[in-house]
């Protein structure tokens, strides 16, 4: 892969800026005793960082933001949702990172889910991760507002602790606009 090659996965092409863009949907997923789950990842060029960040990613073509968000889940996690379940979006953000040493953009909807029942890490599964997950996705975690509090390295988005106090209450119907575009609010 050079510079101006291709990126691995799906949904990337080169943006107006020059950087590879590509639509995401995420999900603030949380089980029946209000746990969130992340993902924990390592960059490939540097695997002593590591990072948490949400369920998500690329949205194919003729497919919803709702669409992508629930078939993230079931391939990240082997858990199945209701599109109609899904709240929001309750959050969009715009951000450029680095992904296989190259910069993108990604612009990403965020829904929030809500499954019942207390779930374990063991009951999550695998193996519709694609062959780019498995090379920098390390592991999934259910974290209590407490165990999230005490996470010591990076968490994307990094707005992640203000959305989910502001959502606590319950959500307004707003969305918040994180990264690039926020952080404010737009009905």
Same mark, same amino acid.
């Given at each position: 892969?050079?510079?101006?090659?291709?990126?691995?996965?799906? +949904?990337? &092409? *080169?943006?107006?800026? %020059?950087? $590879?863009?590509?639509?995401?949907?995420?999900?603030?997923?949380?089980?029946?005793? +209000?746990?969130?789950?992340?993902?924990?990842?390592?960059?490939?060029?540097?695997?002593? &960082?590591?990072?948490?960040?949400?369920?998500? +990613? %690329? *949205?194919? $073509?003729?497919?919803?933001?709702?669409?992508?968000?629930? &078939?993230?889940?079931?391939?990240?996690?082997?858990?199945?949702?209701? $599109? %109609?379940?899904?709240?929001?979006?309750?959050?969009?953000?715009s951000s450029v990172f680095d992904f296989f040493a190259r910069p993108v953009r990604q612009a990403e909807e965020f829904f929030v889910g809500r499954l019942d029942g207390d779930l374990s890490d063991e009951a999550l599964a695998t193996d519709g991760w694609t062959e780019v997950e498995r090379h920098f996705v390390d592991s999934l975690h259910w974290f209590t507002a407490d165990e999230f509090a005490a996470i010591d390295v990076e968490v994307f988005p990094v707005e992640l602790p203000q959305l989910l106090e502001w959502l606590a209450p319950g959500w307004d119907e707003t969305v918040m606009l994180l990264g690039d575009l926020g952080p404010q609010a737009r009905t």
């Open positions: 892969m050079t510079d101006d090659g291709p990126l691995p996965g799906e +949904g990337w &092409r *080169i943006g107006d800026d %020059g950087l $590879p863009f590509r639509r995401a949907a995420r999900v603030l997923l949380f089980d029946g005793a +209000g746990r969130l789950l992340l993902v924990q990842a390592h960059d490939a060029q540097q695997p002593e &960082r590591t990072w948490w960040f949400t369920v998500g +990613g %690329g *949205i194919d $073509p003729g497919e919803t933001a709702r669409e992508a968000a629930v &078939r993230e889940v079931l391939e990240e996690t082997g858990l199945v949702l209701d $599109p %109609g379940a899904l709240t929001g979006p309750v959050a969009a953000r």
